[in-house]
């Protein structure tokens, strides 16, 4: 990814046009009529027929996307590494990550979604029916992710009556596949908001993916629990594979606002429910202090930047 895109930017100027528009999508380029002789990034568009000029602070910007996009697929591809070290007390480890996700939603979720609700109050006929309904959109997501926790759990349960112990249970295969498959969707919608977010501080950035990044630890924990060595040999590469395609497609189709905010009020429901119910754990395995910690350090910070 890092070396495509070092390519990119070095050599736009011998990019082949058409290269050039399927990989340079409109968020990331501004026309201009400026004269090729100018020492600018500037490339020649197909379709317009203009010199298209790189503004360095996207350029930077789509640098700090890509190194949290990196960032994401790591944690996917090696968080069971470091639950599975005997050394790093788990209990503490996910309360910390706890605290920092409530501290998240509440800081930031919900500000965001009222933000999302006046860019739906704001839009089209198509969307202005939604008034006030933008919490609604995100009680559905919560109630969607709910009730497949709770058929998994199910799955687990029946596993468990017919033949097996409890710690070697997991979900039927097509349960497998369903659950999995949503949070391909919610991976997916969350790469495709890095781009399309309000806020694109560096800060701004760099504490979303601090606390999406612990978020996604402590999810691929309880996929690991419910779905063992399935999830391993099979779900963490697609969910991986989501977060990138999620946010090529991000840098590639710029969908309405009100339409983003829908998609956003969809995604908070989700990630307000699997906080509550993964990052809350239960009270024999939970630090109060790791939690306090976690909650306190990430909102000081918030209220710092």
Same mark, same amino acid.
């Given at each position: 990814?890092?070396?495509?895109?070092?390519?990119?930017?070095?050599?736009?100027?011998?990019?082949?046009?058409?290269? +050039?528009?399927?990989?340079?999508?409109?968020?990331?380029? &501004?026309?201009?009529? *400026?004269?090729?002789?100018?020492?600018?990034?500037?490339?020649?568009?197909?379709?317009?027929?203009?010199?298209?000029?790189?503004?360095?602070?996207?350029?930077?910007?789509?640098?700090?996307?890509?190194?949290?996009?990196?960032?994401?697929?790591?944690?996917?591809?090696?968080?069971?590494?470091?639950?599975? *070290?005997?050394?790093?007390?788990?209990?503490?480890?996910?309360?910390?990550?706890?605290?920092?996700?409530?501290?998240?939603?509440?800081?930031?979720?919900?500000?965001?979604?009222? !933000? @999302? *609700?006046?860019?739906?109050? #704001?839009? $089209?006929?198509?969307?202005?029916?939604?008034?006030?309904?933008?919490?609604?959109?995100?009680?559905?997501? %919560?109630?969607?992710?709910?009730?497949? #926790?709770?058929?998994?759990?199910?799955?687990?349960?029946? !596993?468990?009556? !017919?033949? *097996?112990?409890?710690? $070697?249970?997991?979900?039927?295969?097509?349960?497998?596949? %369903?659950?999995?498959?949503?949070?391909?969707?919610?991976?997916?919608?969350?790469?495709?908001?890095?781009?399309?977010?309000?806020?694109?501080?560096?800060?701004?950035?760099?504490?979303? =993916?601090? !606390?999406?990044?612990?978020?996604?630890?402590?999810?691929?924990?309880?996929?690991?629990?419910?779905?063992?060595?399935?999830?391993?040999?099979?779900?963490?590469?697609?969910?991986?594979?989501?977060?990138?395609?999620?946010?090529?497609?991000?840098?590639?189709?710029?969908?309405? #606002?009100?339409?983003? @905010?829908?998609?956003? =009020?969809?995604?908070?429901?989700?990630?307000? %429910?699997?906080?509550?119910?993964? $990052? +809350?754990? $239960?009270?024999? &395995?939970?630090?109060?202090? =790791?939690?306090?910690?976690?909650?306190?350090?990430?909102?000081?910070?918030?209220? +710092?930047?």
């Amino acid at each position: 990814m890092s070396v495509f895109i070092s390519a990119y930017i070095k050599n736009s100027k011998k990019i082949a046009p058409l290269f +050039l528009n399927a990989c340079c999508p409109p968020a990331l380029q &501004k026309a201009t009529t *400026q004269s090729p002789n100018k020492r600018n990034t500037s490339v020649l568009s197909a379709s317009q027929g203009k010199f298209v000029e790189f503004d360095k602070g996207i350029t930077k910007m789509l640098w700090l996307q890509a190194s949290i996009v990196i960032i994401f697929v790591i944690i996917h591809l090696f968080a069971g590494l470091l639950l599975d *070290q005997p050394a790093i007390p788990r209990s503490k480890w996910l309360s910390f990550a706890g605290g920092v996700a409530v501290s998240y939603v509440f800081m930031h979720i919900f500000p965001e979604l009222a !933000a @999302a *609700q006046t860019t739906i109050n #704001e839009s $089209e006929p198509i969307f202005a029916w939604m008034e006030h309904h933008a919490y609604l959109v995100s009680l559905v997501g %919560l109630i969607i992710f709910y009730g497949l #926790e709770r058929l998994v759990k199910s799955s687990r349960r029946d !596993a468990t009556r !017919a033949f *097996q112990t409890p710690s $070697e249970t997991q979900a039927s295969r097509g349960v497998f596949w %369903l659950h999995i498959g949503s949070f391909i969707i919610y991976n997916a919608l969350i790469g495709y908001l890095l781009v399309h977010r309000e806020e694109q501080e560096a800060w701004a950035m760099s504490f979303f =993916a601090v !606390a999406m990044g612990l978020h996604f630890v402590v999810n691929d924990f309880a996929l690991r629990q419910h779905h063992k060595n399935t999830y391993h040999d099979v779900g963490r590469w697609l969910l991986t594979a989501a977060i990138v395609f999620g946010w090529v497609m991000g840098l590639m189709v710029k969908l309405p #606002e009100p339409l983003i @905010a829908v998609i956003f =009020a969809f995604v908070a429901g989700g990630v307000v %429910l699997n906080v509550l119910k993964e $990052e +809350l754990p $239960e009270e024999n &395995k939970s630090s109060f202090i =790791a939690f306090g910690c976690g909650a306190s350090s990430y909102a000081v910070l918030m209220l +710092l930047f």
